[in-house]
């Protein structure tokens, strides 16, 4: 098997994982478009079980007992367990990035996006048990999400039209009001930013670490602390 991510949600079982079966187009590495996968099946002695779907994958994860499949069109499936050749869809579209699960598997999160706007969608159960909830909008851009540890947020990199990428949070309550900044909150694009008030995001949502009510990532010049109550770098 070849060397690609593809990220593990909840699991399926104690012996199942869901891995590259072969690589169909290796993205360059400079190229920002993702490469195109089959999938397979992983037991723990190693034997794999191929997924057979009519289109190839740029992204993947497992949530409950589904393999959540993105396509080259972007465009969101599940895969039942029971069926290799089965999909359940479309469930989203315009889907950019993998998929995320919140760390006790009852939420799956994705970004939607077109040349207008983006949005953060979460789904809390299988197909056919509930619709999708649009947690944000006005948004120019959103992605690497990341889940609390309690799923009640989710922490990403995004901005608002003529803003600058930074931190935000969104409450995955429907309830809890829209995405809130935590970071390069007064900064525009196209104006002066004096002298070190430009914080990086981070380079992915596995650099983000949870400390009670902070959160932390590494950057070449230090590690950034951002208060999760009320925003604004430490």
């Given amino acids: ?15 199942d ?25 992983q037991r723990t002695d190693g034997t794999t079980t191929p997924l057979e779907l009519p289109f190839p994958v740029i992204a993947a994860t497992v949530w409950q007992d589904r393999a959540v499949v993105v396509d080259p069109e972007r465009t969101l499936w599940m895969v039942p367990r029971s069926s290799l050749t089965e999909v359940e869809g479309p469930l989203g579209r315009d889907v950019v990035g993998n998929p995320v699960v919140s760390d006790d598997g009852s939420i799956l999160s994705y970004v ?6 983006s949005r953060i969608v979460i789904r809390r159960a299988i197909p056919g048990s509930a619709d999708p909830v649009i ?17 009640a947020h989710i922490v990403f990199v995004g901005s608002t039209p003529g803003g600058v990428a930074g931190l935000r ?15 390069n909150c007064e900064l525009r694009t ?33 590690t950034i602390r951002v208060p999760l109550n009320t925003g604004g770098p430490s």
């Fill in 135 to 151: 947690l944000t909008e006005g948004l120019q851009s959103a992605g690497a999400l990341r889940f609390t540890s309690d799923a």
């Fill in 169 to 183: 949070i969104v409450a995955t309550n429907p309830g809890g009001g829209d995405s809130r900044c935590l970071t």
């Fill in 1 to 15: 098997l070849r060397e690609h991510s593809v990220r593990q949600g909840a699991p399926l079982s104690a012996d």
């Fill in 190 to 222: 196209g104006r002066y930013w004096p002298e070190g008030t430009f914080l990086p995001p981070p380079r992915s949502s596995s650099e983000l670490t949870f400390e009670t009510d902070l959160l932390s990532y590494p950057t070449d010049t230090g």
């Fill in 112 to 117: 939607e996006r077109n040349d207008l706007w």
């Fill in 17 to 41: 994982r869901l891995v590259v079966n072969h690589v169909l187009w290796e993205a360059p590495p400079a190229s920002d478009g993702p490469s195109e996968l089959t999938l397979a099946w």
